[in-house]
């Protein structure tokens, strides 16, 4: 199993993740209309020539999945519970069509579940960055997160 258990993070721990990921248009337009997002800023590139950004942004939601999808394994796979939630989503750049993303996931919080003594919550800030080092999506994640087997 890949993941960690509660008691193996440690607040301040970090996660430089060795998977990146090329964003092919090809994901963009599918996961826009498998979620039915018809945004012209992540669909239609002549609407988009007319733009301050020139060409079609990456659906912040695809980035979103990439940030958290791409820590699990390193940290999650098979120890978690249940994802509880997302704060503090930010896109400070966009991304664009071919751009390589990069995660680097922290650890900033743990605690014992108050209602579920085998289990504790880990807070994570999970960041994305593209191929020239640029902050390109971040957020904090709280998962519950199984102890080790007794």
């Known amino acids: ?17 060795p998977l990146h990921r090329t964003i092919t248009e090809s994901d963009n337009v599918l996961f826009s209309t498998m979620t039915h997002n018809p945004a012209p800023l992540h669909l239609d590139a002549e609407y988009m020539k007319n ?26 796979h098979g120890t978690t519970v249940a994802n509880l939630g997302w704060d503090e989503v930010r896109f400070p750049r966009p991304l664009f069509h071919g751009d390589t993303i990069r995660i680097q996931s922290e650890v900033l919080a743990m605690r014992e579940s108050k209602s579920r003594p085998d289990n504790g919550i880990v807070t994570f800030a999970h960041r994305a960055y593209n191929q020239h080092d640029e902050l390109v999506g971040e957020c904090k994640r709280s998962a519950l997160m199984l102890k080790k087997p007794r």
Not at 1 to 17: I, R, S
Request: charge should be negative; include cysteine; hydrophobic fraction near 40%.
């Open 1 to 17: 199993m890949a993941g960690l258990y509660y008691e193996e993070f440690t607040v301040g721990q970090v996660f430089d993740h």
């Open 51 to 76: 733009t301050e950004f020139g060409r079609p942004l990456v659906n912040s939601c695809l980035t979103l999945g990439f940030m958290v999808g791409i820590s699990v394994n390193d940290t999650t």
